[in-house]
Protein backbone atom coordinates (compact mmCIF):
# COMPACT_ATOMS: atom_id res chain seq x y z
CA UNK A 1 0.00 0.00 0.00
CA UNK A 2 0.88 3.56 -0.73
CA UNK A 3 2.40 5.77 1.64
CA UNK A 4 -0.33 8.75 2.40
CA UNK A 5 1.55 11.60 4.40
CA UNK A 6 -0.86 13.96 6.21
CA UNK A 7 -0.73 16.73 3.35
CA UNK A 8 0.73 17.19 -0.05
CA UNK A 9 0.71 20.00 -2.74
CA UNK A 10 -1.45 19.88 -5.86
CA UNK A 11 -0.02 21.22 -8.73
CA UNK A 12 -0.92 20.77 -12.53
CA UNK A 13 0.77 19.91 -15.14
CA UNK A 14 0.07 23.79 -16.60
CA UNK A 15 2.32 24.92 -13.87
CA UNK A 16 5.09 22.94 -14.03
CA UNK A 17 5.04 23.81 -17.80
CA UNK A 18 4.84 27.46 -16.27
CA UNK A 19 8.16 27.06 -14.22
CA UNK A 20 9.93 25.58 -16.44
CA UNK A 21 8.66 28.80 -19.14
CA UNK A 22 9.77 31.34 -16.26
CA UNK A 23 13.21 29.43 -16.05
CA UNK A 24 14.16 29.58 -19.74
CA UNK A 25 13.00 33.46 -19.87
CA UNK A 26 16.30 34.55 -18.29
CA UNK A 27 14.38 36.34 -15.23
CA UNK A 28 14.35 34.37 -12.46
CA UNK A 29 13.96 36.65 -9.70
CA UNK A 30 11.41 39.19 -8.54
CA UNK A 31 10.03 40.36 -12.13
CA UNK A 32 6.66 40.02 -14.05
CA UNK A 33 5.46 37.10 -12.06
CA UNK A 34 5.73 38.51 -8.90
CA UNK A 35 3.76 41.45 -10.05
CA UNK A 36 0.92 39.36 -11.57
CA UNK A 37 0.51 37.32 -8.95
CA UNK A 38 -0.05 40.86 -6.45
CA UNK A 39 -2.39 41.97 -8.63
CA UNK A 40 -4.61 38.84 -8.71
CA UNK A 41 -4.31 38.63 -4.70
CA UNK A 42 -4.89 42.06 -4.55
CA UNK A 43 -8.54 41.24 -6.37
CA UNK A 44 -9.26 38.38 -4.63
CA UNK A 45 -8.60 40.48 -1.42
CA UNK A 46 -10.88 43.01 -2.30
CA UNK A 47 -8.83 45.02 -4.24
CA UNK A 48 -7.19 46.08 -0.92
CA UNK A 49 -2.90 46.44 -1.76
CA UNK A 50 -1.37 42.99 -1.90
CA UNK A 51 2.46 42.44 -1.17
CA UNK A 52 4.15 39.10 -1.62
CA UNK A 53 7.42 37.63 0.31
CA UNK A 54 9.41 34.95 0.31
CA UNK A 55 7.76 33.85 3.60
CA UNK A 56 5.12 34.86 5.80
CA UNK A 57 6.91 35.03 9.01
CA UNK A 58 8.89 37.43 7.00
CA UNK A 59 5.16 39.56 6.24
CA UNK A 60 4.61 39.32 9.97
CA UNK A 61 7.71 41.18 10.78
CA UNK A 62 7.29 43.44 8.39
CA UNK A 63 3.78 44.35 9.63
CA UNK A 64 5.26 45.02 13.13
CA UNK A 65 7.81 47.38 11.58
CA UNK A 66 4.74 49.11 9.78
CA UNK A 67 2.93 49.72 12.87
CA UNK A 68 6.08 50.83 14.90
CA UNK A 69 5.86 48.43 17.15
CA UNK A 70 8.86 47.93 19.14
CA UNK A 71 10.60 47.45 22.69
CA UNK A 72 7.97 48.21 25.43
CA UNK A 73 5.31 47.73 23.34
CA UNK A 74 3.28 44.50 24.19
CA UNK A 75 1.34 42.00 21.71
CA UNK A 76 -1.29 39.51 22.94
CA UNK A 77 -1.02 36.20 20.88
CA UNK A 78 -2.48 32.65 21.46
CA UNK A 79 0.49 29.90 22.24
CA UNK A 80 -1.09 27.82 20.28
CA UNK A 81 0.26 27.94 16.85
CA UNK A 82 3.25 27.85 14.77
CA UNK A 83 6.36 29.19 16.72
CA UNK A 84 6.41 32.10 13.94
CA UNK A 85 4.27 34.12 15.71
CA UNK A 86 6.06 34.57 19.05
CA UNK A 87 9.44 35.13 17.17
CA UNK A 88 8.70 37.48 15.08
CA UNK A 89 7.36 39.34 18.05
CA UNK A 90 10.73 38.66 19.80
CA UNK A 91 12.27 39.64 16.58
CA UNK A 92 11.27 43.36 16.65
CA UNK A 93 11.86 43.82 20.64
CA UNK A 94 8.14 43.65 21.69
CA UNK A 95 6.86 41.89 24.49
CA UNK A 96 4.07 38.84 23.52
CA UNK A 97 1.15 38.34 25.80
CA UNK A 98 0.05 34.99 25.48
CA UNK A 99 -2.97 33.84 26.51
CA UNK A 100 -5.30 30.32 26.55
CA UNK A 101 -7.24 29.40 23.87
CA UNK A 102 -10.71 28.26 23.73
CA UNK A 103 -10.89 24.22 24.64
CA UNK A 104 -13.41 23.76 21.87
CA UNK A 105 -12.13 26.24 18.90
CA UNK A 106 -8.70 25.77 19.73
CA UNK A 107 -8.20 29.71 19.09
CA UNK A 108 -7.32 32.69 21.06
CA UNK A 109 -10.49 33.17 23.49
CA UNK A 110 -11.28 36.63 22.97
CA UNK A 111 -12.42 37.07 26.48
CA UNK A 112 -8.68 36.75 27.57
CA UNK A 113 -7.41 38.71 25.09
CA UNK A 114 -9.55 41.54 26.30
CA UNK A 115 -8.54 40.80 30.60
CA UNK A 116 -4.89 40.93 29.04
CA UNK A 117 -4.85 44.31 27.55
CA UNK A 118 -2.44 47.01 29.75
CA UNK A 119 -1.80 50.56 28.47
CA UNK A 120 1.37 48.80 26.84
CA UNK A 121 -1.08 47.19 24.27
CA UNK A 122 -0.61 47.88 20.75
CA UNK A 123 -1.91 44.77 18.73
CA UNK A 124 -3.50 41.71 18.83
CA UNK A 125 -1.78 38.85 16.63
CA UNK A 126 -4.97 36.45 16.13
CA UNK A 127 -4.42 32.67 14.46
CA UNK A 128 -7.02 30.43 12.88
CA UNK A 129 -6.30 27.36 13.44
CA UNK A 130 -6.22 24.80 11.27
CA UNK A 131 -8.42 27.40 9.01
CA UNK A 132 -11.00 28.03 11.40
CA UNK A 133 -11.54 31.49 11.67
CA UNK A 134 -11.30 33.62 14.56
CA UNK A 135 -14.43 35.49 15.07
CA UNK A 136 -13.70 38.26 13.40
CA UNK A 137 -16.78 40.42 14.39
CA UNK A 138 -15.75 39.74 18.54
CA UNK A 139 -12.14 40.69 17.47
CA UNK A 140 -12.66 44.02 15.76
CA UNK A 141 -14.83 45.32 17.99
CA UNK A 142 -12.27 44.68 20.97
CA UNK A 143 -9.60 46.05 18.29
CA UNK A 144 -11.81 49.38 18.07
CA UNK A 145 -13.05 49.79 22.04
CA UNK A 146 -9.11 49.24 22.76
CA UNK A 147 -7.84 51.78 19.59
CA UNK A 148 -5.66 48.32 19.19
CA UNK A 149 -4.00 47.35 16.11
CA UNK A 150 -4.67 44.11 14.77
CA UNK A 151 -2.17 41.87 12.72
CA UNK A 152 -3.96 38.57 11.79
CA UNK A 153 -1.45 35.74 11.65
CA UNK A 154 -3.50 34.09 8.47
CA UNK A 155 -0.78 31.79 7.63
CA UNK A 156 -3.54 28.39 7.50
CA UNK A 157 -6.51 30.71 6.42
CA UNK A 158 -6.44 31.08 2.86
CA UNK A 159 -9.69 30.11 1.20
CA UNK A 160 -11.39 30.80 4.26
CA UNK A 161 -13.93 33.27 4.94
CA UNK A 162 -16.18 34.79 7.58
CA UNK A 163 -19.49 35.54 7.05
CA UNK A 164 -18.97 35.03 3.37
CA UNK A 165 -15.94 37.47 3.61
CA UNK A 166 -13.14 36.04 2.24
CA UNK A 167 -10.19 35.94 4.47
CA UNK A 168 -7.80 38.67 3.46
CA UNK A 169 -10.48 40.92 2.34
CA UNK A 170 -11.09 42.75 5.20
CA UNK A 171 -9.76 43.64 8.66
CA UNK A 172 -6.22 45.23 9.54
CA UNK A 173 -2.98 44.15 7.99
CA UNK A 174 -3.24 40.24 7.17
CA UNK A 175 -0.76 38.13 6.72
CA UNK A 176 -0.94 34.69 4.46
CA UNK A 177 0.95 31.96 4.00
CA UNK A 178 1.82 30.32 1.14
CA UNK A 179 4.97 27.55 2.56
CA UNK A 180 4.47 23.95 0.74
CA UNK A 181 1.69 22.65 2.88
CA UNK A 182 -0.55 25.58 3.32
CA UNK A 183 -3.83 25.07 1.15
CA UNK A 184 -2.30 27.50 -1.75
CA UNK A 185 1.30 26.88 -2.18
CA UNK A 186 4.14 28.71 -3.76
CA UNK A 187 6.74 26.14 -2.84
CA UNK A 188 7.64 28.89 0.02
CA UNK A 189 6.32 32.47 0.43
CA UNK A 190 3.82 34.49 1.45
CA UNK A 191 1.63 37.92 1.25
CA UNK A 192 1.05 40.84 3.31
CA UNK A 193 -2.79 42.61 2.72
CA UNK A 194 -2.04 46.36 3.61
CA UNK A 195 -4.65 48.77 4.51
CA UNK A 196 -3.90 51.37 1.63
CA UNK A 197 -1.62 52.21 -0.59
CA UNK A 198 0.43 55.12 1.15
CA UNK A 199 2.05 51.77 3.38
CA UNK A 200 3.45 50.57 -0.10
CA UNK A 201 6.67 52.54 -0.48
CA UNK A 202 7.91 51.66 3.17
CA UNK A 203 6.96 47.74 2.91
CA UNK A 204 8.76 47.78 -0.31
CA UNK A 205 11.72 49.30 1.49
CA UNK A 206 11.67 46.92 4.51
CA UNK A 207 11.46 43.90 1.93
CA UNK A 208 14.57 44.61 -0.22
CA UNK A 209 17.63 46.05 1.89
CA UNK A 210 15.56 49.59 2.24
CA UNK A 211 16.25 50.33 -1.40
CA UNK A 212 14.66 53.26 -3.44
CA UNK A 213 15.31 53.54 -7.08
CA UNK A 214 15.28 56.63 -9.35
CA UNK A 215 14.65 56.68 -13.03
CA UNK A 216 18.14 57.79 -13.75
CA UNK A 217 19.44 54.90 -12.61
CA UNK A 218 20.41 55.98 -9.26
CA UNK A 219 18.70 54.53 -5.58
CA UNK A 220 18.80 55.59 -2.20
CA UNK A 221 18.36 54.19 1.03
CA UNK A 222 16.59 55.77 4.58
CA UNK A 223 16.03 52.42 6.65
CA UNK A 224 17.53 49.27 7.20
CA UNK A 225 15.27 46.59 5.00
CA UNK A 226 15.86 42.62 4.78
CA UNK A 227 15.86 40.50 2.32
CA UNK A 228 12.65 38.94 2.06
CA UNK A 229 11.45 39.22 -2.23
CA UNK A 230 9.83 36.35 -4.00
CA UNK A 231 11.07 34.69 -6.71
CA UNK A 232 9.03 34.89 -10.11
CA UNK A 233 9.31 30.85 -9.84
CA UNK A 234 7.66 30.77 -6.76
CA UNK A 235 5.38 33.50 -8.10
CA UNK A 236 4.34 31.41 -11.59
CA UNK A 237 3.59 28.37 -8.80
CA UNK A 238 1.10 30.68 -6.78
CA UNK A 239 -0.88 32.25 -10.37
CA UNK A 240 -1.09 28.26 -11.26
CA UNK A 241 -2.86 27.62 -7.70
CA UNK A 242 -5.22 30.57 -7.12
CA UNK A 243 -7.90 29.48 -10.27
CA UNK A 244 -8.50 26.17 -7.90
CA UNK A 245 -8.69 27.48 -4.52
CA UNK A 246 -11.96 26.94 -4.56
CA UNK A 247 -12.39 23.64 -5.75
CA UNK A 248 -9.23 22.92 -3.25
CA UNK A 249 -11.25 24.03 -0.10
CA UNK A 250 -14.53 22.71 -1.53
CA UNK A 251 -12.46 19.32 -1.84
CA UNK A 252 -10.79 19.29 1.74
CA UNK A 253 -14.45 20.05 3.08
CA UNK A 254 -15.70 16.94 1.98
CA UNK A 255 -13.19 14.92 2.86
CA UNK A 256 -13.29 16.50 6.62
CA UNK A 257 -16.74 15.74 6.17
CA UNK A 258 -15.84 12.53 5.69
CA UNK A 259 -14.00 12.02 8.41
CA UNK A 260 -17.12 13.24 11.05
CA UNK A 261 -18.98 10.28 9.63
CA UNK A 262 -16.37 7.47 9.36
CA UNK A 263 -14.39 8.17 12.35
CA UNK A 264 -15.65 5.53 15.18
CA UNK A 265 -17.08 7.37 18.33
CA UNK A 266 -16.43 4.32 20.58
CA UNK A 267 -12.33 5.44 19.74
CA UNK A 268 -12.96 8.55 22.01
CA UNK A 269 -11.77 10.98 19.73
CA UNK A 270 -11.95 14.43 20.44
CA UNK A 271 -13.16 16.40 17.11
CA UNK A 272 -12.19 19.44 15.73
CA UNK A 273 -15.28 22.23 15.29
CA UNK A 274 -17.83 20.81 12.42
CA UNK A 275 -17.48 23.94 10.39
CA UNK A 276 -18.45 23.81 6.74
CA UNK A 277 -18.94 26.94 5.70
CA UNK A 278 -16.05 29.05 7.22
CA UNK A 279 -13.01 26.78 7.79
CA UNK A 280 -11.07 25.75 4.86
CA UNK A 281 -10.24 23.02 6.32
CA UNK A 282 -6.23 23.83 6.07
CA UNK A 283 -5.84 20.61 8.56
CA UNK A 284 -7.78 18.23 10.70
CA UNK A 285 -7.07 17.21 14.04
CA UNK A 286 -8.72 15.07 16.37
CA UNK A 287 -7.25 15.07 20.07
CA UNK A 288 -6.15 11.59 21.39
CA UNK A 289 -8.19 10.38 24.73
CA UNK A 290 -4.14 9.28 26.00
CA UNK A 291 -6.08 9.29 29.70
CA UNK A 292 -7.71 6.29 28.37
CA UNK A 293 -4.82 4.90 26.05
CA UNK A 294 -2.43 2.29 26.90
CA UNK A 295 -0.10 3.82 24.29
CA UNK A 296 1.54 7.64 23.98
CA UNK A 297 1.08 10.35 20.73
CA UNK A 298 4.24 8.98 19.99
CA UNK A 299 3.29 5.34 19.65
CA UNK A 300 0.37 5.97 18.07
CA UNK A 301 2.45 7.94 15.24
CA UNK A 302 4.81 4.90 14.94
CA UNK A 303 1.59 2.51 14.45
CA UNK A 304 0.01 4.57 12.10
CA UNK A 305 3.29 5.05 9.85
CA UNK A 306 3.70 1.30 9.68
CA UNK A 307 0.43 0.99 8.23
CA UNK A 308 1.38 3.59 5.57
CA UNK A 309 -0.39 6.63 7.09
CA UNK A 310 1.73 9.98 7.73
CA UNK A 311 0.48 12.02 10.82
CA UNK A 312 1.75 15.34 11.91
CA UNK A 313 1.59 17.43 15.31
CA UNK A 314 0.74 21.03 15.41
CA UNK A 315 1.36 22.35 17.50
CA UNK A 316 2.84 21.69 20.17
CA UNK A 317 2.22 25.15 23.25
CA UNK A 318 4.90 27.57 22.23
CA UNK A 319 5.34 28.89 25.85
CA UNK A 320 6.77 25.82 27.17
CA UNK A 321 9.84 25.54 24.16
CA UNK A 322 13.26 26.38 26.17
CA UNK A 323 13.34 29.85 24.63
CA UNK A 324 10.02 30.87 25.91
CA UNK A 325 10.33 29.26 29.37
CA UNK A 326 13.58 31.08 29.98
CA UNK A 327 11.61 34.22 29.43
CA UNK A 328 9.48 33.12 32.18
CA UNK A 329 6.25 31.11 30.64
CA UNK A 330 5.76 27.52 32.63
CA UNK A 331 3.71 24.40 32.54
CA UNK A 332 -0.14 25.39 33.72
CA UNK A 333 0.30 28.58 32.50
CA UNK A 334 -2.20 27.85 29.43
CA UNK A 335 -4.11 24.67 30.44
CA UNK A 336 -6.23 24.37 27.44
CA UNK A 337 -3.24 25.27 25.06
CA UNK A 338 -1.07 22.56 26.55
CA UNK A 339 -3.72 20.02 26.86
CA UNK A 340 -4.49 20.41 23.00
CA UNK A 341 -0.74 20.65 22.39
CA UNK A 342 -0.33 17.65 24.36
CA UNK A 343 -2.55 15.39 22.21
CA UNK A 344 -3.33 17.18 18.99
CA UNK A 345 -2.80 14.79 16.12
CA UNK A 346 -3.04 15.69 12.30
CA UNK A 347 -4.39 13.52 9.82
CA UNK A 348 -4.10 12.72 6.33
CA UNK A 349 -6.56 16.13 4.35
CA UNK A 350 -5.53 17.22 1.20
CA UNK A 351 -7.32 18.21 -1.99
CA UNK A 352 -5.47 14.86 -4.10
CA UNK A 353 -6.59 12.48 -1.60
CA UNK A 354 -9.81 10.14 -2.29
CA UNK A 355 -12.83 9.40 0.06
CA UNK A 356 -11.43 6.04 0.18
CA UNK A 357 -8.30 7.43 1.80
CA UNK A 358 -10.26 8.83 4.32
CA UNK A 359 -11.84 5.14 5.22
CA UNK A 360 -8.52 3.73 5.28
CA UNK A 361 -7.21 6.52 7.54
CA UNK A 362 -10.60 5.73 9.81
CA UNK A 363 -10.14 2.01 9.59
CA UNK A 364 -6.51 2.62 10.64
CA UNK A 365 -7.24 4.74 13.55
CA UNK A 366 -9.89 2.09 14.57
CA UNK A 367 -7.29 -0.59 14.34
CA UNK A 368 -4.39 1.00 16.31
CA UNK A 369 -6.93 2.94 19.08
CA UNK A 370 -9.13 0.20 20.03
CA UNK A 371 -6.75 -2.19 21.38
CA UNK A 372 -5.08 0.59 22.79
CA UNK A 373 -8.34 1.51 25.12
CA UNK A 374 -8.23 0.90 28.54
CA UNK A 375 -10.98 -0.45 30.56
C1 LIG B 1 2.95 28.38 8.37
C2 LIG B 1 2.66 29.30 9.49
C3 LIG B 1 3.43 30.45 9.71
C4 LIG B 1 4.68 30.76 8.96
O1 LIG B 1 4.52 30.83 7.59
P1 LIG B 1 5.86 30.83 6.68
O2 LIG B 1 5.37 31.19 5.33
O3 LIG B 1 6.41 29.44 6.77
O4 LIG B 1 6.78 31.83 7.26
C5 LIG B 1 3.05 31.31 10.72
N1 LIG B 1 1.97 31.06 11.48
C6 LIG B 1 1.21 29.98 11.30
C7 LIG B 1 0.00 29.79 12.15
C8 LIG B 1 1.55 29.05 10.32
O5 LIG B 1 0.78 27.96 10.17
Not at 105 to 124: F, G, H, Q, S, Y
Not at 242 to 250: C, G, H, I
Request: a negative charge; hydrophobic letters at 40%; one cysteine or more.
Amino acid sequence: MEFLPFTRPTIDEATIQGVVDVLRSGWITSGPRVKQFEAELSAYCGGRPVRVLSSATAGMEIALQLLDIGPGDEVITTPLSWVATGNVILHVGATPVFVDVDPITRNIDLDAVEAAITPRTKAIMPVDLAGLPVDRDRLYDIAERHTLRVIEDAAQSMGANWQGKPIGSFGDLISISFHANKNLTTSEGGCLVLNDESQVALFEKLRLQGVVRFADGGMDVDVAGGKANLTDIAARIGLGQLPYLQAFTDKRRELARHYFSHIDPALGLELPVADFEHSNWHMFQPLLPLQRLKISRGEFIEQMKQRQIGIGVHYPAMHLFTLYRKLGWKQGDFPHAERIGQRTVTLPLFPGMSLADVERVCESLSAVLRPALIG
